[in-house]
Structures are given as structure tokens and as C-alpha cells.
């Protein structure tokens, strides 16, 4: 899921902005090993969304019962890094995705486009703006071993990791009280 909602969201930008060939999912650090160039996004960090924690373990299907675990729901923390040859492309290209992003800033297959279908198994994506200090510019920046680039850091909410399996759950039929059985 993780993989198909940053390329997902990679093709999305390629159409929105025209720039197909230029944007890709990378690590960071390539664009100084092999000198990427082009808007790259690269995955930094993925936290649980805690306050959706709170499912149940059992569910109802049809006329039975199941047990099964809830559903994890991720932040991706993605930073797309602008790293065009000219550096007056790199800045236009940055104020083209806030822009892109302002006006469009939720995915779902109630939107998809024909030429880049949302991902099956995804309900939503919503993608948040995150701010960042010099200091954490710096950290992200010096882990990548990479000289600093024009860079966003957009939080993608609400990627939904379900599991599959589930065990029927045994039948209730007899509630023991204190003071005898009741069927």
C-alpha cells in the first residue's frame, strides 16, 4: 500500500504538472550519487495515526461472528525534492505543486483520473502541508549525504493497512449467571 500511494501520487503530480518524465520515487540520497535530477519524492518517515486505534477485533459478517485485527492507518511523510538544472525551473516547479496540492489535496476513486487510477484497497488520501525548522532541514538533508534542494514536506494521511485474515469466532448460545444458566 505504502508503494502504490507514493506512486500513485508521483503519476498524479507528473499529469497534473505535464512533467511525466521528470518526477520519480527515489531515495534521497540518489540525487547525489547519481545525480537525479527532476522532482523527486522519497518516503522519510511513517507514523500510526493513534487516535483510530480504537476498533474492534470482532466483526460482523452476514449471520456469523469473526475475529480479526483492525486496521492500522499510516502517515506517510514525504519529501519532494526539487532538482531541475536550471534553478528558476526548481522554483517554479515548487510553487506548481503547493498550487497543484492547494487545489487538489484529497484522492479517492471518487476522483480518480482515467489515465492514473486510484489504488484498489485505498479509501483516501489526503495530503497536509508540513512545516519544517532549519534544524530539521539540516538533519534531513545531512542524513541524505546530499547538499541541500528546494524541498516540501507533504504528510499523506490515512494510508489504511488491512489484514486479511480472520477466525470465525464460536457461537454464544448459554450465558452462565451466578445463579444458574439461561438458554
Same mark, same amino acid.
Given at each position: 500500500?505504502?508503494?502504490?500511494? *507514493?506512486?500513485? %501520487?508521483? @503519476? !498524479?503530480?507528473?499529469? $497534473? +504538472?505535464? =512533467?511525466?518524465?521528470?518526477?520519480?520515487? /527515489?531515495? *534521497?540520497?540518489? %540525487?547525489? @550519487? !547519481?545525480?537525479?535530477? $527532476? +522532482?523527486? =519524492?522519497?518516503?522519510?518517515?511513517?507514523? /500510526?495515526?493513534?487516535?483510530?486505534?480504537?476498533?474492534?477485533?470482532?466483526?460482523?459478517?452476514?449471520?456469523?461472528?469473526?475475529?480479526?485485527?483492525?486496521?492500522?492507518?499510516?502517515?506517510?511523510?514525504?519529501?519532494?525534492?526539487?532538482?531541475?538544472?536550471?534553478?528558476?525551473?526548481?522554483?517554479?516547479?515548487?510553487?506548481?505543486?503547493?498550487?497543484?496540492?492547494?487545489?487538489?489535496?484529497?484522492?479517492?476513486?471518487?476522483?480518480?483520473?482515467?489515465?492514473?487510477?486510484?489504488?484498489?484497497?485505498?479509501?483516501?488520501?489526503?495530503?497536509?502541508?508540513?512545516?519544517?525548522?532549519?534544524?530539521?532541514?539540516?538533519?534531513?538533508?545531512?542524513?541524505?549525504?546530499?547538499?541541500?534542494?528546494?524541498?516540501?514536506?507533504?504528510?499523506?494521511?490515512?494510508?489504511?493497512?488491512?489484514?486479511?485474515?480472520?477466525?470465525?469466532?464460536?457461537?454464544?448460545?448459554?450465558?452462565?449467571?451466578?445463579?444458574?444458566?439461561?438458554?
Amino acid at each position: 500500500m505504502i508503494n502504490q500511494s *507514493l506512486e500513485f %501520487i508521483s @503519476d !498524479e503530480l507528473a499529469l $497534473g +504538472l505535464g =512533467i511525466t518524465s521528470d518526477v520519480s520515487v /527515489e531515495n *534521497l540520497s540518489k %540525487i547525489k @550519487d !547519481e545525480n537525479l535530477s $527532476g +522532482l523527486i =519524492i522519497s518516503l522519510l518517515n511513517v507514523q /500510526e495515526e493513534s487516535t483510530l486505534k480504537n476498533s474492534p477485533h470482532v466483526i460482523r459478517k452476514a449471520n456469523r461472528l469473526a475475529y480479526k485485527e483492525p486496521p492500522v492507518y499510516l502517515n506517510l511523510y514525504t519529501l519532494m525534492a526539487f532538482e531541475f538544472e536550471d534553478y528558476g525551473t526548481s522554483l517554479q516547479r515548487l510553487e506548481e505543486t503547493v498550487l497543484y496540492f492547494q487545489n487538489k489535496s484529497w484522492f479517492s476513486s471518487e476522483n480518480e483520473r482515467a489515465d492514473n487510477p486510484f489504488p484498489s484497497g485505498l479509501k483516501k488520501l489526503i495530503l497536509d502541508l508540513q512545516n519544517l525548522t532549519f534544524e530539521q532541514l539540516n538533519h534531513i538533508w545531512s542524513i541524505s549525504g546530499g547538499s541541500h534542494c528546494l524541498s516540501l514536506l507533504y504528510r499523506i494521511r490515512l494510508v489504511i493497512i488491512e489484514p486479511v485474515d480472520e477466525i470465525d469466532a464460536p457461537e454464544i448460545d448459554t450465558i452462565k449467571l451466578e445463579s444458574g444458566l439461561l438458554k
